[in-house]
Every structure is written in C-alpha cells, then in structure tokens.
C-alpha cells in the first residue's frame, strides 16, 4: 500500500514527538502492507505553527530515511506537506514555500472544518490556475460537506480530488463522517485512502483494517485502487483522468 497522508516526521508538527515514536509508526506501517509513505507535516500560516519548505524540513526528512535505514524499516519515505489553505496558500506556491505529494503537481490541502465553503472554493480556484490539482484532505470531516454534499459535485468538477481518511470508514470520527465517507467511496468521488496518522498509539499509520473493510464492503480491486494505485500515480506525478463520479443532487 501507499500511503499520501502521515504525520510522521518527529518534532515538527502535532504528529510524532520524538524519533522512537516516528520509528514505531514507521515500523507499524511497513507490518501492515505499506511499502512507500509519504511524510506530510502540516504547513499553517498561524503564528504558533509555521512549516514552510525549506532546508530544515529537507534535512529532517533525509534525517529520517537514514535512521529508517539504521533501523533497517523497508520503509520509502517520501516528501509531502499537509497544506492548510488560506487566501495566502497560492502566493506561497509561487514562492516554492509549498510543494505537493513527492513535489508532483498534486498538493495535499486541507480546509477549516467549519464555515470555509465559499473561501475554500476561491482558494482551490486560485492554486488550480497555477497549474496544479489539489488533492483535498478528509472532506469528509468538514462540516459544510456534510450539510451540503454537492459542494463536492463542484470541487470534483474543477479538477479537484479527494482523500478520504482511513478513520473516517472505520468510524473514528463519528457517525457523519463515517456515513459521507462511505457515500464518497461508493459514488466514486475517493480518490486514495489514507491515514493521517499522527501516533503510534492513536490514529496510527496501520492500514491493514481499512484495508479489509474496503476489500469486505466494496470490493478487493476498490481497496486495491484507492490504497495502492491511485496514490502510486500521485507518486509518480502521472496524468489522472478520472470517470465522473455519480453526482449528488
Ligand atoms: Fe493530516
């Protein structure tokens, strides 16, 4: 499997604390089936959090794949970032301070939970006209989504795609989440899967129970697209067409 979305990297954000911590979720990922995982640190504008792409993130990162080869984890980390978008988020693309997954194209950016349709809209217009296609982070999880599943009929529309969390289909999240998130896999709107794993303990980077329940609820070649093929293209910066999903009225 191929996971796009993982709070891993130790010390920089909400996610891993500390090194050992990074190690064990790592090492959970690579028991559960996950060969390549993309590191995704959140990137705020807030004062009190500011991941930016810089050398201090590089070096982490490259820290990080030398201690996973220490450790001897078969794990592929790649560079990515958890892009909170604001009306700043384009102007911060063109000074390469943001990149996407593996610096494809495809950036991972997530929104406000509450009351952001309209600015998330104008803010996804703004970083598609750069050339670029967001991938949006759990819409599943955003309260005007859930309120107006449509929105999505729009933001597919534009070129956008969507990943859904891992926790959200297994019901971590509660009830709505977990019902939208069934709704967007079984009307094709999910792109990928992943974990937005942020410990070892909770919310972790294990995949083989979403694994199952796709393969179980859906089909064996559903989880097989949305945890394994699509992220993979994502990787490797290819070209996605995808089908029209079925839309919501
Ligand atoms: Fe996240």
């Given amino acids: 499997m191929v996971d796009i979305h993982a709070h891993i990297l130790p010390g920089v954000d909400d ?12 090492a959970l990922a690579v028991e559960s089936g996950v060969t390549v995982l993309v590191a995704t640190p959140h990137c ?39 892009i909170f978008g604001t009306s700043k988020t384009p102007g911060l693309f063109k000074e390469d301070k943001l990149i996407g997954i593996n610096g494809s194209r495809y950036p991972l950016i997530e929104f406000a ?25 759990h819409p599943e999880r955003y309260k005007y989504i859930q309120s107006d599943p449509a929105l999505l009929n729009l933001w597919t ?15 971590s999240f509660g009830r709505a989440e977990q019902q939208l998130a069934f709704e967007l896999v079984d009307r094709g709107f999910a792109f990928a899967v992943a974990s937005d794993a942020h410990s070892p303990i909770r919310r972790t980077t294990w995949m083989k129970d979403v694994q199952q329940l796709l393969t179980e609820e859906f089909s064996p070649a559903t989880a097989k697209k949305l945890l394994d093929a699509n992220p993979m293209k994502l990787i490797n910066n290819e070209i996605i067409r995808e089908a029209q999903p079925h839309w919501f009225r």
């Fill in 157 to 171: 529309e534009m070129g956008c795609l969507l990943q859904i969390n891992k926790g959200s289909l297994l019901g």
């Fill in 113 to 137: 939970f509450h009351n952001y349709a309209a600015q998330a809209t104008e803010i996804l217009e703004n970083v598609l006209a750069l050339g670029l296609r967001p991938v949006i982070a």
């Fill in 44 to 82: 705020m504008d807030f004062a009190d959090r500011k991941n930016y792409w810089d050398s201090r993130l590089t070096e982490d990162m490259l820290y990080f794949r030398q201690m996973l080869k220490k450790e001897k984890i078969p794990l592929k980390l790649k560079p990515g970032m958890e």
């Fill in 15 to 26: 996610g891993a604390p500390d090194m050992d911590s990074a190690l064990e979720m790592a």
